[in-house]
């Protein structure tokens, strides 16, 4: 079946816009994760939800930075007034039920704030 | 947050040999441990995990080892393919939903 898959694969913005970042998770995966992996760097966590329960947003950098998940599939992630410190590949990955599951990831957005 | 570390940042290896890719972890309340393989323009995959009960978990050409004596975990890559050339990561979650990756060492396999 197909894999998580997110969009854009890139995107170019200005400092100062808003960029929304979308993540297809696996159908019937109930947990989702977002993460940033800046250049060199491992992966930060940001973000993570599993079913209806209210998210955990304890690695959101700032208030710059919510994600929402509607219906319990797709996801998206949004910076506001983006800094060129945003800049880096931001990762979803989707479990069937979160914890110590094994996590499938998309291949990223990679995302470049000039 | 918590600090996972890898010894070396990169690891050159000839086509055939085994490889060995380290990492330290800093909390000792870490009970959970899994390696991801990413390459290049991909996102992360899972190659293995181990949890805190087991020193040794073998999968297919790899192997995990963990000593939480020194908080160090470590793994394997028997002949070692072209195929293998990756960026390695090991995380570490202590309880619920939060992982904490390394920073990754860059696999080269030399043919």
């Known amino acids: 079946g197909a894999g998580v898959s997110q969009s854009p694969s890139n995107k170019v913005t200005e400092k100062g816009k808003d960029v929304e970042l979308r993540c297809d998770p696996i159908?019937?995966?109930?947990?989702l994760y977002w993460y940033r992996q800046s250049l060199g760097q491992g992966l930060e966590f940001l973000i993570y939800?599993?079913?209806?329960?209210?998210?955990?947003k304890s690695g959101l950098p700032s208030d710059r930075f919510s994600a929402e998940r509607t219906g319990g599939s797709v996801s998206t992630l949004t910076i506001q007034r983006t800094q060129q410190e945003d800049s880096a590949v931001y990762l979803c990955a989707s479990t069937l039920a979160g914890g110590r599951n094994e996590q499938f990831f998309g291949p990223g957005t990679r995302l470049t704030v000039l | 947050g918590e600090s996972v570390g890898l010894h070396l940042p990169t690891l050159s290896v000839q086509e055939g040999d085994n490889s060995i890719i380290n990492c330290a972890y800093s909390?000792?309340?870490?009970?959970?441990f899994i390696w991801y393989k990413q390459e290049s323009g991909k996102g992360p995959q899972f190659i293995i995990d181990i949890r805190s009960n087991m020193d040794k978990r073998q999968g297919q050409r790899v192997t995990v080892l963990l000593n939480k004596t020194v908080k160090h975990l470590s793994l394997q890559i028997a002949a070692t393919q072209p195929g293998d050339s990756a960026v390695y990561f090991c995380?570490?979650?202590?309880?619920?939903?939060?992982?904490?990756f390394g920073t990754g060492t860059s696999l080269t396999v030399i043919p």
């Open positions: 159908s019937g995966h109930t947990a």
């Open positions: 995380a570490e979650n202590i309880s619920g939903n939060q992982f904490y």
């Open positions: 909390n000792s309340a870490s009970d959970y």
């Open positions: 939800f599993q079913g209806n329960s209210a998210p955990d």
